[in-house]
């Protein structure tokens, strides 16, 4: 097993302002490509467009720090256009036509999931920002999001204990995460005594636009008290069901939403005063009051001004964004260790590398491929912002399979992997 390596970009940055253009790599260096798999257009363009812009802000950083084992980074964009299928084709394009050296990218899990195969076929490398529901292990992705026991089952316990929730409307858009997240949710609350007739589970398709027929159903479930909403609707279907939720009258007070996919890029595009009280469960927020935290988000808003990108100077971070961002350096950290970009070579060098992130230390799990995090949970401000209301006592460790769909603790294999000859 390697050991446990402690690295931090902070110092890159400082050398990053102290070098200036100066520490560009060389034109001659032959450059490593990596590639940026994010939909740019359709439902989950809301979400998933400033992962890609702070991927590339990585590589702006890392370039006028050196690059990586002398070579410039190169990072290759392609729009998979919220089309699940068209993932696969794409990682396969920047796999095969444009020899990437990893692939920072998706958001969904059936994006996730429709080019898992890719990767293992080709034993490629995926880092994958996003919170999921588990029940995956593959050795061709590294998870910098959350796994459920470090959002799903700590924002279920905060909805208990700290609001009294008795009764639960699981609501979802209609795909693998929301259905899978759910099951464990259920297995949990049924673990806590909470009956079948307090959990109501309903789905909707991406892209839904009318919830005024659900909403009316949420308030009539919350009409006795002690009912919340555990919401894992994706991309901007979120627009009208907090728009619709507040049209009815309904408030935080009256029955509390705890959403697992909306965070401080989402609440852009929403009139947020109506959602002020409503909670959401992640790993980072961009309230963290750390000076290098203080820097992330001055850095980014500079970059996107910079840049001319939409939102200049006003966009924000959130969990996703950090963790597509410390994605990038984890591989490099990785690939440096290594000292090469070999798929097999950083995957092992990866594994326990600790390191410094815009919301504070981590460490990548020592074999799961899994991040080990701290659990926060915010209350929605009517700024767009999030007050931080709970915080973990430390890094949690990540579980790739949730204990409450596998009592016995009997959990598949991994998948993929080095090449069998």
């Not at 490593?32 to 467009?49: D, F, P, Q």
């Not at 009316?216 to 901007?236: L, R, W």
């Not at 203080?294 to 001319?308: G, H, L, Q």
């Not at 409450?404 to 069998?420: A, E, I, R, V, Y």
Request: hydrophobic share 40%.
């Amino acid at each position: 097993m390697n050991p446990i390596v402690k690295t931090s970009w902070r110092a890159a940055l400082g050398a990053t302002l102290v070098a200036g253009a100066m520490a560009l790599p060389s034109r001659a260096e032959e450059p490593v490509k990596i590639g940026v798999l994010h939909s740019l257009s359709g439902t989950m363009a809301i979400s998933e467009t400033s992962l890609r812009d702070v991927v590339l802000m990585a590589v702006e950083e890392i370039n006028a720090a050196g690059g990586v084992l002398g070579k410039p980074v190169e990072a290759v964009v392609v729009d998979p256009a919220s089309d699940w299928p068209l993932f696969a084709e794409k990682a396969k394009e920047l796999i095969v036509n444009h020899k990437v050296a990893a692939t920072f990218g998706c958001w969904t899990s059936v994006s996730r999931k429709s080019c898992l195969p890719v990767f293992e076929e080709y034993n490629a490398l995926l880092f994958y920002p996003v919170q999921y529901e588990g029940e995956e292990q593959s050795l061709n992705v590294f998870y910098t999001g959350a796994s459920p026991n470090q959002q799903l089952i700590p924002a279920a316990e905060y909805m208990m204990e700290e609001i009294g929730s008795k009764k639960f409307y699981l609501l979802g858009t209609d795909y693998v995460f929301p259905r899978t997240a759910n099951k464990v949710l259920k297995a949990f609350l049924k673990s806590k005594g909470v009956p079948d007739e307090n959990i109501i589970e309903e789905y909707t398709p991406f892209h839904h636009q009318d919830y005024q027929t659900i909403v009316a159903n949420i308030k009539k479930f919350a009409a006795g008290g002690d009912a919340c909403v555990m919401s894992t609707i994706n991309g901007d279907s979120n627009v009208p069901f907090y728009k619709e939720f507040a049209n009815q009258g309904l408030t935080s007070e009256d029955c509390p939403i705890m959403a697992f996919s909306v965070a401080e890029d989402e609440l852009r595009a929403m009139d947020v005063p109506p959602l002020v009280g409503h909670l959401a469960a992640w790993n980072y927020f961009q309230s963290i009051d750390t000076p290098e935290n203080a820097k992330f988000v001055a850095d980014f808003k500079a970059y996107c001004e910079k840049n001319n990108l939409p939102g200049g100077a006003d966009r924000v971070t959130d969990d996703p964004i950090e963790a597509a961002y410390f994605g990038v350096y984890v591989w490099k950290a990785a690939a440096e260790k290594a000292g090469s970009f070999d798929v097999d070579a950083v995957r092992a060098a990866a594994y326990g590398l600790e390191f410094d992130a815009p919301g504070g230390a981590k460490k990548m799990h020592v074999s799961n491929q899994h991040t080990h995090k701290p659990v926060f949970i915010g209350e929605i401000l009517a700024d767009g912002q999030f007050k931080i209301v709970y915080a973990s006592d430390g890094l949690v460790e990540p579980d790739s399979y949730s204990r409450f769909l596998h009592p016995d603790g009997n959990f598949p294999p991994p998948t993929g992997g080095p090449k069998k000859l």
